[in-house]
């Protein structure tokens, strides 16, 4: 493909289509206060991938999924027997969260290949836009999960088996689904991809703060979820004395405070997170029996992140007193670098475009993680104002989405025509 058809399909990305894209999801769970709330597998979740499977359809472009509920959009290329090359993010969202965490790398990879069929140009590999299942991990934990099982770091069965605070399954809420949504083929785990991008909101300030338009992403940092199941008994408030108690909220808060003062780190790099605190009974008057509560740490050292995340077991176990603890790690990542020429790709594409560009490290996690050990991959931040990310007051402006779908389209066409 010539230079000049490459420029072809940059300028055929319009960015008024990929912001009306943007709001005409949003409306898919969308809160009073201007968010999303569009959980994995949730009706919204569901209604939401009807609707971007009803813009591809429309472009004849064919649809695929997999056994963890994967979505797969393609745009054929002249050699169909060809590894694809594969581009998109994830449409689920945090309970609070915003329009564009995840929307945007999903509608970005859209917009690339509609450009294509405006500016009728055909690659020689296929392009797949791929909606991943489950990444942000809040209904159902843990994070990145679909495209964890797609690259077989996590098993299938385990996912399948996990349940939501109703007791609802990952396998009864992905047959639901699959009984309103129909793909044209089902697929298995593991296909060669040719390369992988992926385009995200950058969740953090540094974009912004630097006057920079685009991230050129060279690594993500690692994580450890962990779940922390404290059980006690339940007793009467009234009655019954101290010595008798054996209260689960109360031995999960001094795990937590001693956690916290362990994680706490003077350059402030290292990041640890209790976001979720489940109690039963949970009422005011009874003593509580379980407290569950979540760990999610952050670290880009493997050896911190190993270090300090094997002590987490031991400091839950001091504070149980006469409760019993169980600790369970539910996804460990390893700190990821994207593939050079990848990194180097980005960068030449927003040079070419005369984009004020930086490299940069993801502090946020992504399904690109899952895909790096699999194929050359690398990832391209736009910025959201003032960073704010998983929260509904989450915004980006229609140019930086443009620009940041424009680096997209040189990327991935420059690859599919490798
Ligand atoms: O948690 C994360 O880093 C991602 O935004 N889900
Ligand atoms: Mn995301
Ligand atoms: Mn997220």
């Known amino acids: 493909m010539t230079d000049s058809e490459v420029a072809k399909v940059v300028g055929a990305v ?10 005409d999801m949003a409306a898919f769970g969308a809160t009073p206060r201007g968010g999303v709330n569009r959980e994995a597998l949730t009706p919204e979740f569901a209604q939401a991938r009807q609707c971007l499977l009803g813009w591809t359809s429309e472009r004849g472009f064919t649809s695929a999924t997999d056994p963890i509920g994967n979505l797969f959009i393609r745009r054929p290329g002249a050699d169909g027997a060809a590894a694809p090359v594969v581009t998109g993010s994830h449409l689920d969202t945090q309970p609070a969260g915003g329009k564009f965490d995840g929307a945007f790398g999903v ?6 290949l509609e450009a294509l069929s405006d500016a009728g140009i055909e690659t020689k590999r296929p392009i797949e ?22 690259a077989e770091t996590l098993p299938l069965a385990t996912v399948l088996a996990t349940a939501d605070r109703e007791g609802v399954t990952i396998e009864a809420a992905l047959a639901e689904m699959r009984g309103q949504i129909k793909t044209d083929e089902t697929r298995e785990f593991g296909f060669p991809m040719a390369a992988y991008v992926e385009a995200h909101i950058e969740q953090g300030p540094v974009l912004e703060a630097t006057g920079n338009t685009i991230g050129i992403v060279t690594d993500i940092q690692g994580l450890r979820w962990f779940q922390v199941e404290v059980m006690g008994e339940e007793a009467h408030a009234g009655t019954t004395p101290r010595a008798n108690r054996k209260d689960a909220l109360a031995a999960a808060v001094e795990m937590i405070e001693t956690l916290h003062r362990f994680m706490y780190d003077e350059s402030d790099i290292l990041r640890f997170t209790v976001g979720r605190l489940d109690v039963s009974p949970n009422t005011p008057n009874t003593v509580p029996a379980r407290a569950l509560f979540t760990i999610d740490f952050r670290h880009p050292d493997a050896g911190v992140l190993r270090e300090a995340g094997d002590h987490i077991e031991e400091i839950c176990d001091a504070h149980s007193g006469d409760c019993d603890v169980e600790v369970t790690e539910t996804i460990t990542s390893a700190p990821t670098i994207f593939d050079p020429a990848i990194i180097s790709l980005i960068g030449d594409a927003a040079r070419h475009q005369k984009l004020p560009a930086m490299e940069m490290i993801s502090g946020a996690t992504h399904d690109a993680k899952s895909l790096a050990p699999l194929c050359p991959s690398g990832m391209i931040f736009v910025p959201c104002a003032g960073g704010i990310s998983h929260n509904e007051a989450e915004s980006a402006t229609p140019a930086d989405l443009a620009a940041g779908a424009k680096v997209l389209a040189e990327a991935v066409v420059s690859l599919a025509n490798r």
């Open 14 to 23: 319009r960015e008024d289509r990929l912001w009306q894209r943007h709001m």
């Open 107 to 112: 509608l970005a990879a859209l917009e690339v």
């Open 129 to 150: 836009l791929v909606d991943w299942m489950n990444e942000e991990g809040g209904r159902f934990q843990p994070t990145t999960m679909g495209s964890s099982v797609f």
